[in-house]
């Protein structure tokens, strides 16, 4: 729902001022990049003499580069909907991530492009853009497939990340997505989205960025990020279509990094979380003076106006942003007051909220404990001046409210009732706890109520530390710091998961369960499903396979979730138990038809009866589904090969080996496909590779007794 009578009527002015005849403008491309949680301060171009950030850097000194934007709000999917709708979050109506679906009828700079004839593409890195958060209005194509699957390629676990970060891609995976696309659509006018998730926690840049980087992986992930942008500009160029692309690049917030006692984002307003990079890289022959660096203040809301400006086309009537054309010519009227706000603290725990105005080089800050900060003078945020400056202050609360005032209007809003399986997810990485928010109303005026969240984000960053530790398998650490968490906040299910985890992570299994269900009794019923499931995961991995079967029974009874059913077959399939294996995949995927290891385990069962065209349909859905999912691709290729298509199957091999490079049945069974095809160099290659990975394997073994056995007749 959208939160004001003003947005309602913003979005008819929206809808029908530009259906009556749109044109293409000039016909220049579109590329906007965003990173996620990237400083400004930590860009080369932006004064870090200590970054690798040399993509980025020379887009800089092709362009216009902002030194003073501002984000609306230090929340990946507000933040987003906020850069391509023009609109800040009281107007689009998306104030945090998971909770909130953008309004279909808020019209999105990718609608807007299409309807002026341009082919529309997206490639997101993270599960808080997926498309059923409604940015994906306007895309031709939407690529949101991030890596979701909930064991490894063995079957054997499930991964930890899972269960404490949200499930994302690496950079270079979102270009492999994009560039089929970008070949198809580089003779006409095009639109491109691509979003890299890599530098937000955790923090685990592949080689050699983890060694590069071993001090600051913060750094060592943004590094990355820049390589893989770079490797996309090369196929920009190699396709011809650079030289008449317009290139914005922007980051939806920053990151703490303890500053302020804040280790990540989403909770406090400060400028460590708020100041975002902002470059405009026109083609040859666009308006403007000559490249250069831009100090008035800039918000994100402004990107929509300026692209439509600058491809000469109409700008909508009613934005919160305004076109930074003027700037880009060397003009320019004062900056006007900028909005920013997080309502994060109070919906996830229960906490105040805070909204903040800038106003030249005042930057107000209201909620529980005010606070007003001179920019000029004091860009740390160090000196907090509401005492000493009474009269700014008020005056700066009265801008603020009347903001508010001039969006506010019919009922309520409220954060929409998620999926199960999205509540999961939510529940898991602490966005819901201390209150439901789908009960908390959402009102566009200046609310005191509440704990500061300045003088409670310790916690946060605590229990940023504590999934730090778990991703380092720092089990120990890991679970001393929630112990002490839990001396201070004993009732805390959070907490209790976090413990659960580390003692899950040191092979106390039992330990763990006993968290669990501490957390249960503490939750209540509504936890029920979500603890079940996860104690059902935890006797998995211990082997407890019956015990795990009547737990997830139990699930299914409370909740049906596509993770619990799929969980149900598979735990059904490794008890010999068909029926009820073929019951739990098919009732998973009647809940989502794309889901991969869903697919890929009916698909097993299928080939087991004999059914092998039907398995092979099913193993080819999953790849399609889920295309980082390595058993898809091995399942699907074991089909191909028993079809006598092993040069196909061989590729699925390779690719099931790429994407898990310890997965050493792939590598066995590309060797088998090449020996079929009669190409014993790529089979020696295989062996090469077992050989390297795991020397003496049974797989390695069986593939050298093939060679050999090939060589001696």
């Known amino acids: ?66 030194e003073n934007a501002n984000a609306g709000i230090p929340i990946t999917t507000p933040s987003h909907a906020t850069i391509f709708t023009g609109l800040v979050p009281p107007s689009h109506g998306v104030r945090d991530n998971g909770l909130f679906v953008l309004p279909q009828e808020v019209e999105t700079l990718a609608e807007r492009l299409r309807r002026a004839g341009y082919a529309t593409g997206a490639a997101v890195g993270s599960f808080p ?198 700037y880009l010519k060397g003009e320019g009227p004062e900056a006007p007051v900028h909005y920013a706000e997080t309502l994060s603290p109070r919906l996830s725990h229960g906490w105040g909220e805070l909204r ?71 529940e898991a990485l602490g966005y819901i706890q201390g209150g439901t928010a789908e009960e908390i109303e959402i009102r566009e005026e200046l609310h005191a109520e509440g704990l500061p969240p300045q003088d409670r984000v310790q916690r946060t960053s605590e229990i940023s530390r504590i999934k730090e530790m778990l991703v380092r ?67 998995v991995r211990a082997g407890r396979y019956e015990e795990a079967l009547v737990q997830l029974e139990r699930v299914r009874e409370l909740e049906e979730t596509v993770e619990g059913l799929y969980l149900l077959g598979t735990v059904a399939a490794e008890l010999g138990q068909r029926g009820p294996a073929v019951e739990g995949f098919e009732g998973a995927l009647a809940l989502d038809g794309d889901h991969g290891p869903s697919l890929v385990g009916l698909g097993v069962l299928l080939a087991a009866d004999g059914r092998a065209d039907e398995a092979r349909t099913l193993f080819g859905r999953a790849v399609e589904a889920d295309p980082y999912y390595p058993k898809a691709h091995f399942n699907l290729g074991v089909s191909l090969l028993d079809d006598g298509r092993p040069e196909e199957a061989a590729r699925r091999f390779e690719r099931a080996a790429a994407l898990a490079p310890d997965y050493l049945n792939a590598y066995h069974a590309a060797g088998v496909a090449y020996l079929r095809m009669g190409d014993r160099a790529a089979a020696q290659r ?7 990975r795991a020397s003496g394997s049974p797989e390695g073994r069986e593939l050298r007794q093939l060679l050999d056995g090939e060589e001696s007749s």
């Open 1 to 66: 729902m959208i939160g004001s009578a003003r947005t309602r009527s913003l979005v008819a002015a929206l809808c029908l001022g530009v259906l009556g005849g749109c044109s293409r403008g000039n016909g220049w491309n579109v590329v906007v990049v965003t990173f996620d949680t990237t400083r400004a301060d930590h860009l080369g171009c932006y004064g870090d003499e200590r970054a690798s950030t040399p993509v980025v850097d020379a887009l800089a000194s092709e362009g216009f580069l902002f």
């Open 129 to 326: 853009l997926v498309a059923k958060f409604g940015l994906d209005q306007g895309f031709d194509l939407y690529d949101d497939h991030v890596e979701s699957a909930l064991e490894d390629f063995r079957g054997r676990k499930v991964r930890t990340k899972e269960n404490i970060f949200f499930d994302e891609r690496r950079a270079q995976r979102v270009n492999e997505a994009i560039y089929p696309w970008l070949e198809k659509v580089a003779g006409e006018p095009f639109f491109l989205w691509i979003h890299y998730y890599d530098p937000h926690q955790p923090l685990q840049p592949p080689p050699p960025y983890d060694q590069l980087f071993a001090g600051d992986l913060y750094a060592g992930e943004i590094a990355y990020a820049d390589e893989s942008l770079g490797t996309l500009f090369d196929e920009l160029r190699r396709l011809g279509a650079w030289d008449r692309t317009l290139v914005v690049f922007t980051a939806d917030h920053g990151e703490g990094r303890g500053e302020h006692r804040e280790r990540t984002h989403s909770y406090l307003l400060y400028e460590t979380t708020m100041h975002v990079p902002l470059i405009f890289r026109l083609p040859d022959g666009g308006p403007g003076a000559p490249p250069r660096r831009i100090t008035e203040r800039v918000h994100h809301a402004d990107i929509v106006p300026t692209i439509l400006d600058l491809l000469d086309l109409e700008t909508p009537p009613g934005l919160d942003g305004r076109s930074l054309v003027s």
């Open 356 to 426: 903040a105005l800038y106003a030249g080089p005042w930057k107000y800050i209201f909620g529980p404990r005010p606070e007003l900060f001179d920019l000029s003078a004091d860009p740390d945020e160090l000196d907090d001046r509401v005492a000493e400056e009474p009269e700014v202050a008020a005056r700066m609360q009265k801008a603020l409210g009347d903001y508010l005032e001039a969006r506010s209007g019919g009922e309520p809003q409220r954060a929409a009732a998620p999926d199960a399986d999205t509540r999961r997810r939510l």
């Open 473 to 539: 398998q720092d089990s120990l650490a890991a679970r001393e710091l929630a112990q002490a968490l839990l001396e201070e906040d004993p009732d805390s299910p959070y907490y209790l998961q976090l413990l659960a985890s580390a003692e899950a992570q040191l092979g106390r299994f039992e330990a763990a369960i006993a968290v669990i269900e501490r957390g249960m009794e503490l939750g209540g019923a509504s936890r029920a499903p979500g603890s079940l499931l996860e104690i059902s995961r935890l006797l």
């Open 686 to 692: 295989m062996l090469g590779e077992l050989d390297r």
